[in-house]
Each structure stands twice: as structure tokens, then as C-alpha cells.
């Protein structure tokens, strides 16, 4: 809601003064030109399958013509279990255990690789576990959680090549697959609450599954693909199949129904979902063929608009990002591109979160009526309102907020908490820049009912899942 010119002298000195006090702190505050949605660190040669809440990536890399699991945490390291011939790195917790898989060989003088088998592995701080099989020879960690709950897939027999997800604690494996009855199937994925994700046959036709370890339940979906990861609410993302002609779409499937998230371009025939955060942001790849890998470009998908993430980076950096294979919940994505045309992983993290204004010296929010420019404390309702609810509205004011297209006032999610632990979300009426600061939001909130009691309230701007500082709220019961 943009400020009214029609406004008393001390309400335009007090917004005047408030604003220049956080410009003076903000450098650049006055640029026109949004500036870039993230920052570029290079990891290094490997590509990064996974990236935990505090930064760290996994993934797998080959150094020499050898392939080794790969893990950053500042600095570039591999992971190589003892007595493995080559390992690669699928996953990593908030806890920094990996886990992937490593093969093992029986070496005879000539040098071969004898007896291979592929196992799972959990690794922490220097330390290795070896996972086993389901019977088979062979065993592929596919994600871990923060509980330490590993899924992946297994043969189960040591002749044929049939294969079923299982879950593991670190000890011996569970065959999940057998639970749900299905012929053949492989975890992708495993979220916080103990939900599991993946693919499966049965009567010679694929589909998806979701089975959840708290009550042995699952729930069986006829998707023609290929799952990759879920969230915490249950939604999975992945690739739906083409016609063996390159084509493929990325997808999002929640509360049982499939999502076509389409491709960047019209020339693009080939797409797909790799990663989702809670906040419902996606990422992945889209190409103009899936056989040649045509024009890669990695993509982020939020506010139903599939954006390309070279777009979102510094201009001139010398990057090109090909695919994104991973998201958290700070927003930071993972995945693979060159740099000046060499081959490497990056990690890209939001250049800055939403900050609400405070006044200057203190932690209350910078908020004012929206008609009136009165200061708090706030009543729930006021007579001086433009709305027949006679709900008091009110303006804050905050910097950091970029919209990206698709996105508007919704995309926002402001939160007053009070100390209880209470908390409640404040409808968004409207957002708009401040007249003459082009980089100032001021973002216009109705007061919700639970505030009636009155008291301090801690406020928070949630954008993608990014949160911002927290400033005071005060709110009388008169």
C-alpha cells in the first residue's frame, strides 16, 4: 500500500527519519536494480547430490578415472570406506552422516575387480559403517533423515536382479518392499516425520509409493517415472516418463494428485523435479532432449512459474548451471554447471533474508496505522479504517523483499508470536514500495483475532521459506 501524500507533518517526519536511520546502515539501499537472488561458492570437482540445513553437500566425484564419494564442508574432501574400490556419496543429514554406496572387489594379481558387490555405507567424522543386503549382493544407500534412518534399495537373491527398498538404523535392513506386496521397488527419498519415498513394479507396471515407518501404511500411485525426493508434508517430486523420443516432465505430486510443472522453454522437451523443500520450492533440470542432454539449464519452481537459475546469479561470474539436485529449508541449492567451462559443483544461498524495520534504538517494529500513521500500541479494531470489519490495518516496513514473477502479496507470510508460544499469521493485504526508497517494502497486515488480549507480540516475515529477523508487536486490549 503505497504511503498517502495527505498525512500529518510529524507522521512523514517520523517514517523520513526511520527509513534514512536504516538506509545510513544499508549501503547501496537506493539501487534500482534488484540485486542478484544468491551468492556462488565453488565446490569443487564432483557433483552434489545432497545439502543438509547447515550447508554441508554430498555427491561423488572422479579424481584420476576413480569415482569417490564426495563431501564439502568448507573444504573439499572424498570418502572411501577401507578395502572399497570406489564409493559415491547419495545423501547427508543434519547430523553430517553420508550415506551412498561403495563397491568392493576381490583384486587378483592382474588387477581385475573380482566378485564385485556394491554396499551401502553410512559415514561420520572419519567413521564408516557397512551396511548389508537383503539376501542379494548388493545394497545402495539412497537418503538418511536426522533420526539416522537410511533407505535405499537391495537385491534380494544372489541370481536374479530383482531388487526392494529397505530402511535401516544402522543395522540390518528391513525390506519394505515385500510389506507393500509389490514385485521390485527402490527408496529415493526419506523426510523427518519417517515417511519414505521411491518407485515400484508390480504386475509388470510402474508407479510410485510412499510407506510410512510409524504405522507400516503405504500408499501406492500409478506414476509412469521416477521419484526423487519428498518433504515433510508428503509431496514428492521427480520425472515423469516420455515416449522414448528425449521427452519427460518434471512433476509434483501432493495430496494424491500429479502436477506437469512443464519445461523452461518452448524448445525444451525434457524436464525434471529433483528436490523440494517445506516451503514448496523445486528444483531440478530442463533440456531440449533427455538422450543428449540439449541446452541443460537447472531451474527453480516456486509460485507455479519454472524460473532458470542463471537468471537469479551474479552476472559476469563465469557460471553456468546446468542442473540443481538438491534444496533445504534456507532456500540453499546444490547442483552442477561449469566455471569459465570447466566442470563443477556449486552451492547457491539466498544473498539476504527479509529484515523487518525496527525504530531506531529499539526492537519494535517500525508500524504505523495504515490510515492514520499512528504509532502502537495497536487496538485490534479502530473506527479510522476504510473496511466494514472495522479491523485495525497496519503497515510495516521491512527491505530484502523481491518478488519473483508468479509471485505477490500471498508469497509473504507474517507471523506474530507471543511469548506463550502462541502464534498467529497476519492476513497480507498488499505490498508496495515506499515512495522515493525503491529498495524499502512496506507490507500492510490485518490484525488477526487472537490478538485481542493485547501484549507484545514477536513479528516475522517468512518469503520461500526464508524468515526474517524478529521485531516487537505491541497490541492493547482497550
Given at each position: 500500500m503505497f504511503v498517502r501524500r495527505a498525512c500529518h507533518a510529524t507522521a512523514v517526519k517520523l517514517l523520513?527519519?526511520?527509513?534514512?536511520?536504516?538506509?545510513?546502515a544499508a549501503p547501496g539501499a537506493f539501487a534500482q536494480t534488484p540485486p542478484p537472488r544468491y551468492t556462488i561458492t565453488d565446490l569443487g570437482p564432483f557433483t552434489p547430490y545432497g545439502v543438509n540445513e547447515m550447508g554441508q553437500v554430498a555427491g561423488y566425484a572422479v579424481i584420476n578415472g576413480r569415482g569417490f564419494a564426495a563431501f564439502y564442508d568448507g573444504a573439499f574432501k572424498t570418502i572411501l570406506p577401507p578395502g572399497a574400490s570406489s564409493s559415491e556419496a547419495r545423501a547427508v543429514n543434519g547430523h553430517g552422516q553420508v550415506t551412498g554406496m561403495a563397491l568392493f572387489c576381490d583384486i587378483p594379481p592382474d588387477g581385475t575387480c573380482q566378485n564385485a558387490r556394491y554396499r551401502a555405507f553410512v559415514y561420520r567424522q572419519g567413521a564408516f559403517t557397512i551396511l548389508g543386503t537383503l539376501g542379494g549382493s548388493n545394497s545402495v544407500g539412497g537418503d538418511?533423515?536426522?533420526?539416522?534412518?537410511?533407505?535405499?534399495?537391495?537385491?534380494?537373491?544372489?541370481?536374479?536382479?530383482?531388487a526392494q527398498a529397505f530402511?535401516?538404523?544402522?543395522?540390518?535392513?528391513?525390506?519394505?518392499?515385500?510389506?507393500?506386496?509389490?514385485?521390485?521397488?527402490?527408496?529415493?527419498?526419506?523426510?523427518s516425520v519417517g515417511q519414505i519415498a521411491g518407485n515400484h513394479s508390480i504386475n509388470n507396471r510402474a508407479g510410485v509409493f510412499i510407506y510410512d515407518t510409524r504405522d507400516g501404511t503405504f500408499s501406492l500411485f500409478p506414476i509412469t517415472g521416477f521419484a526423487d525426493r519428498?518433504?515433510?508434508?508428503g509431496q514428492i517430486v521427480g520425472g515423469l516418463s516420455g515416449n522414448d523420443d528425449g521427452s519427460g516432465r518434471a512433476y509434483l505430486l501432493a495430496g494424491g494428485v500429479v502436477k506437469d510443472l512443464g519445461t523452461l522453454m518452448p524448445a525444451h522437451r525434457y524436464s525434471r523435479a529433483r528436490s523440494l523443500n517445506n516451503a514448496g520450492q523445486i528444483v531440478g533440470v530442463s533440456s531440449t532432449d533427455f538422450f543428449t542432454h540439449g541446452d541443460e539449464r537447472a531451474f527453480l519452481y516456486e509460485g507455479g512459474v519454472m524460473l532458470d537459475l542463471n537468471a537469479l546469479i551474479p552476472a559476469?561470474?563465469?557460471?553456468?548451471?546446468?542442473?540443481a539436485t538438491d534444496i533445504n529449508g534456507g532456500g540453499q541449492i546444490v547442483g552442477?554447471?561449469?566455471?569459465?567451462?570447466?566442470?563443477?559443483?556449486?552451492?547457491?544461498?539466498p544473498t539476504a533474508p527479509p529484515v523487518l524495520l525496527t525504530e531506531p534504538g529499539s526492537a519494535a517494529a517500525l508500524a504505523l496505522d495504515s490510515v492514520t500513521f499512528e504509532r502502537g500500541p495497536f487496538t485490534l479494531s479502530t473506527s479510522n479504517n476504510f473496511s466494514p470489519d472495522g479491523r485495525r490495518r497496519v503497515t510495516l516496513l521491512a527491505r530484502n523483499?523481491?518478488?519473483?514473477?508468479?509471485e505477490d502479496a500471498q508469497s509473504l507470510v507474517v507471523r506474530a508470536e507471543r511469548q506463550?508460544?502462541?502464534?498467529?499469521?497476519?492476513?497480507?493485504?498488499?505490498?508496495?514500495r515506499v515512495p522515493g526508497f525503491p529498495s524499502l517494502t512496506q507490507i500492510t497486515v490485518r490484525l488477526a483475532d487472537g490478538l485481542a488480549a493485547g501484549g507484545d507480540f514477536q513479528l516475522s516475515l517468512t518469503l520461500r521459506g526464508v524468515a526474517s529477523n524478529k521485531a516487537t508487536l505491541s497490541v492493547s486490549n482497550f
Amino acid at each position: 500500500m503505497f504511503v498517502r501524500r495527505a498525512c500529518h507533518a510529524t507522521a512523514v517526519k517520523l517514517l523520513l527519519a526511520a527509513v534514512c536511520a536504516v538506509c545510513l546502515a544499508a549501503p547501496g539501499a537506493f539501487a534500482q536494480t534488484p540485486p542478484p537472488r544468491y551468492t556462488i561458492t565453488d565446490l569443487g570437482p564432483f557433483t552434489p547430490y545432497g545439502v543438509n540445513e547447515m550447508g554441508q553437500v554430498a555427491g561423488y566425484a572422479v579424481i584420476n578415472g576413480r569415482g569417490f564419494a564426495a563431501f564439502y564442508d568448507g573444504a573439499f574432501k572424498t570418502i572411501l570406506p577401507p578395502g572399497a574400490s570406489s564409493s559415491e556419496a547419495r545423501a547427508v543429514n543434519g547430523h553430517g552422516q553420508v550415506t551412498g554406496m561403495a563397491l568392493f572387489c576381490d583384486i587378483p594379481p592382474d588387477g581385475t575387480c573380482q566378485n564385485a558387490r556394491y554396499r551401502a555405507f553410512v559415514y561420520r567424522q572419519g567413521a564408516f559403517t557397512i551396511l548389508g543386503t537383503l539376501g542379494g549382493s548388493n545394497s545402495v544407500g539412497g537418503d538418511i533423515n536426522d533420526a539416522g534412518l537410511i533407505t535405499g534399495s537391495s537385491s534380494t537373491n544372489m541370481t536374479s536382479g530383482d531388487a526392494q527398498a529397505f530402511t535401516s538404523g544402522g543395522g540390518p535392513l528391513e525390506n519394505i518392499g515385500a510389506k507393500m506386496g509389490v514385485k521390485d521397488s527402490s527408496a529415493t527419498a526419506v523426510n523427518s516425520v519417517g515417511q519414505i519415498a521411491g518407485n515400484h513394479s508390480i504386475n509388470n507396471r510402474a508407479g510410485v509409493f510412499i510407506y510410512d515407518t510409524r504405522d507400516g501404511t503405504f500408499s501406492l500411485f500409478p506414476i509412469t517415472g521416477f521419484a526423487d525426493r519428498l518433504n515433510d508434508l508428503g509431496q514428492i517430486v521427480g520425472g515423469l516418463s516420455g515416449n522414448d523420443d528425449g521427452s519427460g516432465r518434471a512433476y509434483l505430486l501432493a495430496g494424491g494428485v500429479v502436477k506437469d510443472l512443464g519445461t523452461l522453454m518452448p524448445a525444451h522437451r525434457y524436464s525434471r523435479a529433483r528436490s523440494l523443500n517445506n516451503a514448496g520450492q523445486i528444483v531440478g533440470v530442463s533440456s531440449t532432449d533427455f538422450f543428449t542432454h540439449g541446452d541443460e539449464r537447472a531451474f527453480l519452481y516456486e509460485g507455479g512459474v519454472m524460473l532458470d537459475l542463471n537468471a537469479l546469479i551474479p552476472a559476469g561470474s563465469g557460471w553456468f548451471l546446468k542442473e540443481a539436485t538438491d534444496i533445504n529449508g534456507g532456500g540453499q541449492i546444490v547442483g552442477r554447471g561449469t566455471l569459465n567451462g570447466q566442470e563443477r559443483g556449486f552451492l547457491l544461498t539466498p544473498t539476504a533474508p527479509p529484515v523487518l524495520l525496527t525504530e531506531p534504538g529499539s526492537a519494535a517494529a517500525l508500524a504505523l496505522d495504515s490510515v492514520t500513521f499512528e504509532r502502537g500500541p495497536f487496538t485490534l479494531s479502530t473506527s479510522n479504517n476504510f473496511s466494514p470489519d472495522g479491523r485495525r490495518r497496519v503497515t510495516l516496513l521491512a527491505r530484502n523483499v523481491e518478488f519473483a514473477p508468479g509471485e505477490d502479496a500471498q508469497s509473504l507470510v507474517v507471523r506474530a508470536e507471543r511469548q506463550a508460544g502462541e502464534t498467529y499469521v497476519l492476513p497480507v493485504e498488499q505490498v508496495g514500495r515506499v515512495p522515493g526508497f525503491p529498495s524499502l517494502t512496506q507490507i500492510t497486515v490485518r490484525l488477526a483475532d487472537g490478538l485481542a488480549a493485547g501484549g507484545d507480540f514477536q513479528l516475522s516475515l517468512t518469503l520461500r521459506g526464508v524468515a526474517s529477523n524478529k521485531a516487537t508487536l505491541s497490541v492493547s486490549n482497550f
